[in-house]
Every structure is written in C-alpha cells, then in structure tokens.
C-alpha cells in the first residue's frame, strides 16, 4: 500500500460534495509519493493530512440592491489555505460557477504555486457566485463594497493579500480597495492588481499572460523549439488570454484563435490585438463582435471546438477543465508539440495522460500561470518600500522569476525520477518549501 493512500482516502470521505478539490488534490498527493517516501518524519507529523485541510474558511453573505432597487443576495468566500511561508495571497473570483469546493481546489493550488515563485507568500482563494457580466458600474460598485463590508475585517497587508482573478479586473479592485480604505482609514498594500495611480506595479496587468510565455519559451528552448514561427491556438479573451498573445505576438509566432464563454474566433493571418483589446477591455462586449471587423475570420458558437483547430501550441487561457481528452487527442492527431496552461487546471486528467504519453510538452498551471502572483507580491514589495519600479525592472524580475520556476519544476522531477514531468516536478518543488515551514512551526 503506498504511504499516502489514507490520507487521500480519508480526503474524499470528508469532501463528498468539493469534486474539483478532489480532482486538484488528488493529483497532487499522487506525485507526492515519493517524497513521503523519503520524508517520513514529514508523515510523522501529518504534514501530508495538514496541508490538505485549510487553515481557514469564511463564507457570508453579500446583499447588495441593483439598478431597479431590487435587492440581490450572493454568497462570498475566502479560503485561507495555507500561511507557513508568508501572508495568504490568492485571487478574488466573481462568477456564477463559484462555490467552496472550486474556492478549495484554488487555494490548494494557490498554496504550491506561490511557494513555487520564491516569495514569501501564503496561498488562498475567494470570490463570489455574483455575475458580473451585463452588470452596470454601479451595480458592480455597489457589490464590491457590500463584499468587503464583511471581508475586511479577515484581510490586511501582513494577513492576507487578495488579488484578481475572473471577474476581477482593476475596476473591481478599486472599487473593493475603496471601501476597505473608508472602513480602516488606512492607506495600505491590502490588495494588488490596484490602478498604476493609487499603488498599483507596473507589468501587474501584463504578468500572467507574459510569465505563460516566458515559462513556455524555456520550456520549448529545452526541447530545441521556440515560440517563434509557432502558430498558436488560445483559449479565452480576458486578462491572461489578451496578455499571452501580446507576448506570443512579441514573441514572432501567430495567435489564431481565441474565446470566451460563447464560442470561439479563428482568424488564419492572426488575430488584432488591438481590436480585440478595444472589444474586451473597452467595450466589454462578446468576443463575436471581432468577425463583424475582421474580414477573413470567423465565429463559431460553442467553446470545445476551438482544440479542432491545427496549432503547434495550445494555450488554454478560460477556465478549469476545458481540455478534456476527446480535445486533447484532437491536439495530438494534429501535431500540436506543446501544451502550457494559463488558466488554473484546464486540462482535465485523461487530458494529461494524453499529452505525457504522445511526447507533447506539458506545463502544468500552478507552475505556468504563476506569474501573475509573482508580480503581486512585487507589487506589495514596492507598497511596503513605499516605491515604483520601472516597467523595464519588473518586467526582467517576472522573466527571472519565470526561468528559475522551470528550473526548480525540471530539477524536482529529475531529483525523483520523474525527469521531463513537469506536473510532478511542479507539484514536489512547490510542496517541499511549505513541507520544510509547517515541520519547522510544530503542529498547528
Ligand atoms: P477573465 O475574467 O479576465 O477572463 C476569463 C476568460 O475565460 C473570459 O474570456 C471568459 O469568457 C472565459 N471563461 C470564463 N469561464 C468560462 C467557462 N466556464 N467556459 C468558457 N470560457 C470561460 O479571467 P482571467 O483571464 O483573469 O483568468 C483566466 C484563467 O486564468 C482562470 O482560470 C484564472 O484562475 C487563471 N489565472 C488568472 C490570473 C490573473 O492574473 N488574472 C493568475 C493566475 C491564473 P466570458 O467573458 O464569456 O466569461
């Protein structure tokens, strides 16, 4: 029997209902084998069962009035996940599908990938089941405050640091940051992804979608390949998507799809950023608005059918789960060579197998997608020193940052023989940080 069964067995007897907590935790634990196997004064101590219950959990109650004076009630979440190596730090996500076991799933990975950057940050998640989408700005304001009328008082720069995620862009965090300034009249680095005016870093909006590219070009140059020339299929068309094929663009490969929620665009001489910016930043309109502009592209209704598209690499940038195996042999039989994910999980399981087992490069998300947590904690680096780096500084700190990721993922699968999964790789690298921290702090 392997070391940690009981444990995962123990997990899903208590979880029954948090399916993607399950699926998130259980991967991680199976990579985690061999080093219960090395570390067993770690199992001594129930780091493996510690970490995988949170050190908190807060749920409450969001009333908030909309436009018509009609009143609407929302549940809220913060997961406090983990704090060993540093304050909890996790983005704030508003989407109809949020509930505790995605909020979970979040902030276990959450917990491994800020251990991953080298900065001293704990993980958590939060967010709400509020729709922003055909919200007006008022409507949006009035929820933010009403979210953190109650969530201040759990949060703080040296507590816990949220952040963005889907549905939080820098709007809604000025609008959280707002609220939580009037309530503590205090001036302090409580949240980040806040505007370059008020305390804001630069490169912040730019980081996740640029940390993928900066990861995946390490990656690709291991295995002789590179971004250049690449033609590119991306998932998505928020923050991480838009900013992932700047760099991919930047970069010298073609971006020839993108996506959201509805369906999908493909566009064969490679997609307008600029247009695409001015729909989804500006106008916060569909994504198929861009065919009405673009001659020579199309839209299809439906989301899946974007992985039929022949890419060298496929970036999903949505959501968890969109790759499934059926898409994933799709990318196989057309010779896609690498996957890199930038949302969080987006490949699910057989998705993996697939990939590992045909010899396409796979980068797992909480390695991948960590740049933008990396440049939050930059962010809150420059609030504490009360200072401003150049967009030139941080921007050379996130490429660093980004190497040294690969690098200790690449080195962690080798060091347990494992060499090529990065998955694995990613998952011990990230552990053995927060592993170390809780042994050291005794059992609490
Ligand atoms: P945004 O809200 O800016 O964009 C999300 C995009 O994904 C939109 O195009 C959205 O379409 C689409 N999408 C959302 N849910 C679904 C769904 N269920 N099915 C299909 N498409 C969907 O979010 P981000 O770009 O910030 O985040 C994208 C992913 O990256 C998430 O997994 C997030 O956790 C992860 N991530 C984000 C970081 C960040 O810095 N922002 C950092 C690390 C990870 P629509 O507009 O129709 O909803």
């Not at 008020?198 to 590219?213: D, L």
């Not at 493909?266 to 989804?280: A, F, Q």
Request: glycine residues 10%; aromatic residues 8%.
């Amino acid at each position: 029997m392997k070391i940690l069964t009981d444990s995962i067995e123990k997990l899903i007897k208590r979880n029954p209902n948090e399916p993607e907590f399950l699926q998130a935790a259980g991967e991680i634990m199976e990579s985690l084998e061999p080093v219960a196997e090395r570390h067993p004064e770690w199992v001594k101590a129930g780091i493996f069962e510690r970490i995988l219950e949170p050190e908190r959990q807060i749920m409450f109650r969001v009333p908030w009035v909309d436009d018509e004076g009609k009143i609407r009630i929302n549940r809220g979440f913060r997961v406090q996940f983990n704090s060993a190596i540093g304050p909890y730090k996790g983005g704030l996500r508003l989407h109809p599908s949020v509930n505790l076991s995605i909020m979970k799933f979040l902030g276990f990975e959450q917990t491994l990938k800020n251990s991953l950057t080298g900065l001293p940050i704990g993980g958590a998640k939060g967010g709400s089941d509020f729709d922003p989408k055909g919200k007006s700005d008022y409507e949006v304001m009035r929820f933010c405050q009403s979210f953190i009328t109650e969530l201040y008082r759990h949060i703080g720069e040296d507590c816990d640091v949220p952040a963005g995620d889907i549905g939080v862009g820098t709007r809604e965090i000025g609008y959280m940051f707002g609220q939580y300034k009037r309530i503590q009249n205090t001036f302090s680095g409580v949240l980040t992804g806040k505007g370059l005016a008020w305390g804001g870093s630069h490169v912040r909006t730019e980081a996740t979608g640029y940390g993928i590219c900066y990861f995946a070009e390490e990656m690709l140059r291991e295995n002789n390949k590179s971004c250049k020339d690449a033609t590119v299929v991306i998932s998505g068309s928020g923050n991480v998507a838009i900013y992932a094929a700047e760099k991919v663009t930047q970069l010298g490969g073609r971006v020839v799809a993108l996506s959201d929620s509805n369906g999908y665009i493909y566009d064969p001489d490679g997609v307008k950023l600029d247009t695409v910016k001015r729909i989804k930043e500006v106008e916060r309109k569909r994504i198929r608005e861009y065919v009405n502009e673009c001659c020579g592209s199309e839209y299809t209704e439906g989301c899946s059918g974007i992985w039929d598209i022949p890419c060298d690499i496929a970036l999903p940038c949505a959501t968890q789960n969109e790759i499934d195996g059926l898409a994933a042999h799709k990318l196989v039989s057309n010779r896609c060579y690498a996957v890199a994910e930038g949302a969080n999980m987006p490949c699910t399981p057989d998705a993996i197998e697939i990939f590992q087992r045909n010899g396409v490069l796979y980068g797992p998300s909480k390695a991948v997608n960590a740049g933008g947590v990396a440049t939050s904690a930059l962010e809150m680096t420059q609030n504490s020193m009360r200072m401003s780096w150049t967009f030139e500084e941080v921007d050379a700190r996130l490429k660093s940052i980004m190497k040294n990721i690969y690098k200790n993922c690449s080195r962690a699968a080798a060091e347990y023989n494992m060499k090529g999964n990065l998955m694995a790789g990613a998952n011990i690298a990230g552990f053995m940080k927060v592993a170390e921290a809780m042994y050291a702090q005794g059992i609490v």
